[in-house]
Each structure stands twice: as C-alpha cells, then as structure tokens.
DNA sequence: TGCGAACCGTACCGTACGGTACTGATCGGG
DNA sequence: CCCGATCAGTACCGTACGGTACGGTTCGCA
C-alpha cells in the first residue's frame, strides 16, 4: 500500500496539506485577482515551494485547475429530496434554490474562478470553461432539474422540455446580475435585494410553468 | 483651429489614422486574446511605431479604454420607433430586439472586450467594466425601454417597474448563454438556435408582461 | 543510529512584456 | 529650397514571471 493512500485527503486525491496550498492560492485569488496568482506568490502565502508545487501539479494550469476541482468538491448541493409536495413547499423549494443561486454566483471565489476561466477562454481551448461548467454548473443544474420533475410529477408545473424550463427560471432568477458582477460591480451592495428578486423570479416561473390558477 | 479638427476622425476625437490602428489592436484581441494584445503586437499590425501607440493612447490602458470606446461608436443602434403599435407588430418588434441582443452579445469582437474587461475587472476597480456597460449594455438597454413603455402606452403591456419588466426579457431571452460563450463554448453551433430561442422568450415574456387574452 | 525520501527556501535562467530613447525618412508650409 | 513636425523602425532598459536546480533540514523507518 502506497503512503500516500493513507494520507488524510482533501476530496480529490490530494493530501490536506495540498489542499491548504490550494486554499492560500485561492486566497490569492479573490484578493488580487489573476495578476496576484503568480507561482512565487503561492508558494511564499502557503510556506511552500515552488518546486513542491510543480512536483504536485505539473504546472501553473494544472495547478489552476486543481483549484477549481478543489473548490467544486467543497460546495457539495445537498438536494433536499422534500416529499409530499403540495404548490405551497413547492413554491419555497424554488424560492431556496434561487437565492442559493444568487448566493453561489455572487460568492468571491465563485467570482474569481470565473473571472480566471474567462480571461483564458481564448488561450487555452476553454479547457477551464469547461471544467467550470462541468463541476459548477452541472451541481446545481441537477437539483433544479430534479425539483422540477419533482414539481410536474406531482401536477403543479407543465413543461415539454425541461432545459427550457430550467433555462427561464435561471434567466428570471439571474438576469444580468451575474455579468454585472463579473465586471466588477459592487456585489456587497447587492445582495440585500437577492430575497426580494428570488420571489419575484419565482413568481413569474410559476405563472409560467405552473398548473395553479 | 486647430489642425486635429480638420482631419477625418473616427467618432471618437481620433484621427483615422488612429481608428484603423484601433482596428488592428481589436483584431488581435478577437484573434489570440488579451495575451496577443502587446504593443509591440499592435504596432507591428498596424505598421506604426510604440512610441506613437503611447502619444496617442497614453499607455495600455488608455488605448484599451479606446478601444472600448472606438468598438462602442461603431455600434450604434438604430431604434426603429415604430408608430401605430398592435399586438402583432409589438410581439414583432420584441422578437427583432431579442435577435439582436443574441447577435450582439455573441458577437466576437463583444466577446473579446467583455472577456478583457472582466479579466481586469479586480486589478483596475472594475473601469474598463462600468465602461462596457456604459457604453454597451446601456444603448440597448434604452431601446429596449423605449419599445416597452410604447407598448405600455398602448394598452399591450402592463408592468409597474420598467427596469424589472426589461430584466426578465433580458434574462428570459439570453439566460446563461452569454457567460456559456464567455467561458468559450463554441459560438458557431449556437447561433443556429437564436430565432427559436427568441421567439419563445418573447412568448413568455408577453404572457408574463402582456394584456391580451 | 543511520539512511533515504520529501520538502522548504532561495538562487538562478530564459523569456517576454511595458515603456523610453534614438535615428532616419516623409511631408506640408513659408 | 529649407525647416519643423510627425512618424516608422529598432534598439534598449528594467522588471516580473514560469520553470529548474541546488543546499540544508525534517521526519519516517529499519
């Protein structure tokens, strides 16, 4: 058995003490930005060394990248799988989702890693993107996917194709405010109106989708 | 007067000169990204030397910032204020913006700048971002308005808050496609997609906004 | 106690960028 | 015909980054 296997590990086959080296590099991140992500700066926030950290991940993209699987598998969604669903539970299932939506995109490292992903989208194939859409996106894409099956199952929603119906509740709830954001808006000042637009998307999805009168 | 009046300028106070300079400098971005964009990049593309790059624009940012602008002067969006508004020619009219707004926004030359800006967005207090959406988003936007309070005018749309009614068309119609491309899904397959897609945003849109039964 | 692996800290190398300085050519006006 | 301004082309400088190499130290293990 290889020492490595008994290592405390940080979700990703990787040992605590690389995921601690992750977490600083995240850190780094959200405060300065891309510029601030330099290999020397990781390696003297983490008390490091740079050649530890070309040992662990090849190099700065694979380093990146391990940040953003590192990041995915610590916001794992928990689906409450609410039975018994009546148009009221239904109604804040929904309501729960979007601003935890809101909440997800407005959150610094969410903002970082997609501002990262984005700045390399023409040089690197959209590897990033990719893996940010895969392991970001997909999560949270699932549990609305399910309460939305959830919700037609029981008679409260009407849908033929539900990407359609996910695409409009996830246009409704984010609008542009994901992009505002991402080019630097002020998110603090935002975030008090998150409940209020969560009702409302909400409201306009059910007036859509929904079976109630 | 001044010799700089007499010549033929660009929209923005810049001389022609300039302008196709400008023009180069945008190539390079859409072509390779902000990493292409060097100066010496851009003086060799456009046959001209640093040292006028930094007379003209005063450094990187600055000649970003035209850029932005340069991009911004040519876009100018023509609103078609059409007289004697019915149902048809509203859903008609909705159906044209929302077109455009896809067009637009997955335009590459749009997605090169966007991607600039929010690459920078943590290293520059988010200039280059609040100038965008100045000199972008804000164009469109009052388009958009102007169609919405015609057809409120007209008896065909009901909505208390115009910036809410415009923000669930605007998310209805683009959802997450925009940050889709800005992460580097490919833009080409999408577009074939753009008029289904804004047909049914604007159908939800007039039963979640419009009078007619 | 001695060995070897892992690792920190740092020095180092090649490269590429932003920005400046200089040279020579072109061109319009007196 | 000459003067001054503008500009292309290039050489140059300081800096900072990605990646590598090396000496010294700790720690698990036999």
Known sequence: MTAAIREADA????????????????????????KALTTAGIARAANCSKESLYKWFGDRDGLISA????????????DVAARALDAESLRGNLVTFAKDLLEVLAGDVSLALNRLAIGQASRDGSKLGHMLQERGRRQIGRRAAALLEAGRKAGLLSFDDADEAYGALYGLVVSDWHLKMLLGEEAGEMKKGFSRKAEQAVSAFLSLYGTKR
Do not use: H, Y
């Open 67 to 78: 940040m953003i699987g590192f990041q995915a598998s610590k916001v794992r969604t928990q």
């Open 11 to 34: 979700g990703e086959g990787l040992t605590e003490r690389q995921g601690a080296v992750l977490e600083q590099a995240l850190r780094l991140l959200v405060d300065g930005g891309e």
